[in-house]
């Protein structure tokens, strides 16, 4: 017997058991197993499934390292400060990469507003929906020195405005000398007790696909990686990575036609694969389930954040199947901006959780990183409490149970909002270790109670 026993460790209760684990397995759990294998010892901590992020853009949450964030900036001239503070470390000509702008900091931006910002540097600043990029005009005359995509914007007189709909393949194609740095984003996941990750963007192409597979052989992101697509995308041979579902991405300004819809819901079918609705408002998810009933559903097809769901949409969200891809934290994140936007009427619709699991609709949580913290135990405290960052609540009736809220990362990757997976023989050794029993960690969750990530039987993250 080789392998590594986890000594002292509690599962599923009991507290002061081993964990000997062989071949990327769980073979055997009891009370002081023999075995000659190497010891960890779980100094009495709970020892639960690896948490899976059902819902991340792995490409962006790493390239936001680089980046300046706008999330908190409130008018022009703490736009203007942010920028020029973060211009003045590179060089003139260098390029600078913004996040999270809204048009309530400071009005729309165009090519002319970002040449006033930075006149001698590239500069693109992305929308907080992740939708829109803005670029300046020394950054659009390089990027776009061999022609302009069909996603760019262009004023009446034929003018490119800098604004870039859904660009985000072209810009990396463009940009492609200088791809993300994946291993620190790969190291704090793990720190989270984070094993398996499935990345949702629709913009997967295989060029992405490539580069997170050569993360995913190399280390850099030693997580199990399951990837959506819009896309046709092939699996690799050596496992790298899983083609997920379709990812279906609606905007509710251009909404397309439902037969349209329908089709690409097919072309799923036709491709082996479930679907996976991006639905942030109340007419995404409208034409979402009307889609649905057109073209059927089948099991692991999902509805991506369910943002607003009215209370009439619940039973057919149930009898469809369809399970809700939830994220909890931007009721803290974005709480207070939700509370002066969204209709008091329709604010118990944001981001639901509760209700939708009394309903038996499967409910999976996920970050929705960058967009929102990768932090998986923020997320739960957002799902117990359903607080806003100043602590104004949002939906109280939405709340959940602290264990209901880990359970919600505890899904299998290929079934998210399904049954919890357990420690337990034959299971894979994707695991996560607490500082605690599970009693005292369920008291106040926080990624800080993370005391070691197993991944395939590996030692991946520890921490004294
Ligand atoms: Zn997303």
């Given at each position: ?53 059902h819902h991340i853009h792995l490409l ?136 398996g990750l499935t990345d949702t963007s629709a913009t997967t192409d295989a060029q992405a696909a490539a580069l997170l597979a050569e993360a995913r052989?190399?280390?850099?992101l030693?997580q199990r990686l399951m990837l959506m697509s819009a896309g046709p995308l092939g699996a690799p041979?050596?496992g790298a990575f899983e083609v997920g579902p379709v990812k ?25 694969r479930?679907?996976a ?136 990757q290929r ?50």
């Amino acid at each position: 017997m080789g392998g590594l026993i986890l000594r002292n460790v509690e599962v599923a209760g009991r507290a002061g058991l081993d964990v000997r684990i062989d071949g990327g397995r769980i073979a055997e759990i009891g009370e002081r197993l023999p075995g000659p294998g190497a010891d960890f010892d779980g100094r009495g901590g709970a020892l639960i499934p690896g948490l899976i992020d059902h819902h991340i853009h792995l490409l962006a949450t790493a390239a936001q390292a680089r980046s300046v964030r706008l999330d908190d900036v409130r008018n022009a001239g703490e736009l203007q400060a942010v920028v020029s503070r973060a211009l003045a470390a590179r060089p003139p000509g260098g390029w600078l990469r913004a996040t999270g702008y809204h048009e309530r900091m400071a009005g729309d931006l165009d090519r002319d507003v970002l040449d006033r910002l930075a006149p001698r540097h590239r500069l693109r600043v992305q929308h907080q929906t992740g939708s829109l990029w803005v670029l300046n005009s020394l950054a659009l005359d390089e990027l776009t020195a061999e022609g302009a995509p069909a996603e760019a914007e262009r004023d009446p007189a034929g003018r490119l405005t800098g604004r870039i709909w859904r660009g985000d393949a072209w810009l990396r194609e463009r940009l492609a000398a200088e791809p993300p740095e994946l291993a620190p984003l790969g190291r704090s996941l793990k720190s989270y007790g984070i094993t398996g990750l499935t990345d949702t963007s629709a913009t997967t192409d295989a060029q992405a696909a490539a580069l997170l597979a050569e993360a995913r052989r190399s280390g850099a992101l030693p997580q199990r990686l399951m990837l959506m697509s819009a896309g046709p995308l092939g699996a690799p041979p050596d496992g790298a990575f899983e083609v997920g579902p379709v990812k279906v991405l609606l905007d509710d300004a251009r909404l397309p036609e439902l037969d349209d819809f329908v089709a690409r819901i097919e072309g799923a079918r036709g491709q082996g694969r479930a679907v996976a609705v991006h639905c942030v408002t109340a007419g995404e998810l409208a034409m979402t389930l009307a889609a649905f009933e057109l073209a059927g559903a089948r099991p692991g097809d999902r509805v991506e954040h369910g943002g607003v769901i009215p209370a009439e949409a619940i039973p057919a969200l149930k009898r469809l199947g369809l399970t809700v891809v939830t994220q909890s934290a931007f009721v803290f994140e974005r709480g207070d901006r939700y509370l002066a936007d969204v209709e008091p009427a329709e604010q118990g619709d944001l981001y639901r959780c509760a209700s939708l699991l009394a309903a038996g609709v499967p409910v999976a949580g996920s970050s929705d990183a960058p967009y929102a913290s990768s932090d998986p135990w923020l997320g739960m405290r957002a799902a117990i409490a359903r607080r806003t960052r100043s602590g104004q609540p949002i939906g109280l009736g939405e709340r959940v149970a602290p264990r209901r809220a880990v359970a919600l990362y505890l899904g299998d990757q290929r079934a998210p909002g399904g049954p919890v997976r357990r420690v337990e023989a034959g299971a894979a050794a994707d695991l996560c270790l607490l500082r605690a029993p599970l009693a005292e960690a369920l008291a106040a969750p926080d990624a800080e109670l993370v005391r070691a990530t197993l991944i395939g039987g590996e030692v991946a993250f520890a921490r004294d």
